[in-house]
C-alpha cells in the first residue's frame, strides 16, 4: 500500500501555544487529504477534508479558525492547532485517497498531542 | 443519516479459535466497504474494500464478505498477532469521505 509519514510522532506543548503537524505522501501525489481526530478508545472522527490548491472543508463542529490546514502541494499537507488547550489532547491521523478507479485510503501512523 | 455499527465491542479468542465480526451499515448509497486493523497508538492499516453485495476478499487468515446490510470480517485460526482494534468504515456514493464504525478490539490468547 501507499506510503503517509506524519511529523512529529508526538508532541508536548503548553496550553496557548501553536503546533504544526505534517503530513506527506511518500510515494504518491494526492489531490484530495483528509484529517481525522481520535480520543483514547474511540474511532476515528473527520476533522476536514483537504483539497491541494483550495481552502480545507470543515466538518460540523470543527473550529477552521483553531485547526488551520495547509495543502499546499500534492505530497505535503498540514494541520495547526492554534492556542492549543488541554482539551485538544488527541491523536491525529491524517489520509488521503489513492488514485485509479479503487479510491483507496490510506492512514498516516498519527501524531499524539499533549497539551499541559 | 449514514450510519455504521461494528459488533461486538471487544472478542477475546483462544489461538485457533474462529470467529466473525459485524459491521451493519445504513447508507444512502453504498460506494465501498472498507476494513482496516489498527495497532495501539497507531494509524489505520488498510485490510480490504468492498464494492458490492457478494463481494469477498481475503488475506492470509482474514476474509471480508459484503450483503446489502452488512459485512463480516472472518478470522479463521488466529494468532496473538492478529490481536489489534478492526475498524469497518463506509464511503457514501457521490462523496469521498469515510464513515467510520466504533470499532472491534480483538485480542488473543496464546
Known amino acids: 500500500g501507499a506510503v503517509v509519514s506524519q511529523h512529529p510522532s508526538w508532541v508536548i506543548c503548553k496550553s496557548g501555544t501553536s503546533v504544526k503537524i505534517e503530513c506527506r505522501s511518500l510515494?504518491?501525489?494526492?489531490?484530495?487529504m483528509f484529517w481525522y481526530r481520535q480520543f483514547p478508545k474511540q474511532s476515528l472522527m473527520l476533522m476536514a477534508t483537504?483539497?491541494?490548491?483550495?481552502?480545507?472543508?470543515?466538518e460540523q463542529g470543527v473550529e477552521k479558525d483553531k485547526f488551520l490546514i495547509n495543502h499546499a502541494s500534492l505530497t505535503l499537507s498540514t494541520l495547526t492547532v492554534t492556542s492549543a488547550h488541554p482539551e485538544d489532547s488527541s491523536f491525529y491521523i491524517c489520509s488521503f485517497i489513492s488514485g485509479g478507479n479503487h479510491n483507496e485510503q490510506f492512514f498516516g501512523p498519527g501524531t499524539r498531542l499533549t497539551v499541559l | 443519516e449514514d450510519q455504521v455499527t461494528q459488533s461486538p465491542e471487544a472478542l477475546r479468542l483462544q489461538e485457533g479459535e474462529s470467529s466473525s465480526l459485524n459491521c451493519s451499515y445504513t447508507?444512502?448509497?453504498?460506494?465501498?466497504l472498507f476494513w482496516y486493523r489498527q495497532d495501539p497508538g497507531k494509524g489505520p492499516e488498510f485490510l480490504f474494500t468492498l464494492y458490492s453485495a457478494g463481494e469477498e476478499k481475503e488475506k492470509e487468515r482474514l476474509k471480508a464478505t459484503l450483503t446489502k446490510k452488512e459485512s463480516f470480517l472472518h478470522i479463521t485460526a488466529p494468532k496473538p498477532e492478529d490481536s489489534a482494534t478492526y475498524l469497518c468504515a463506509v464511503q457514501v456514493r457521490g462523496a469521498q469521505k469515510l464513515v467510520f464504525g466504533q470499532g472491534t478490539r480483538l485480542t488473543i490468547n496464546p
Open positions: 447508507v444512502s448509497g453504498l460506494r465501498g
Open positions: 510515494d504518491f501525489q494526492a489531490t484530495t
Open positions: 483537504s483539497n491541494e490548491g483550495s481552502k480545507a472543508t470543515y
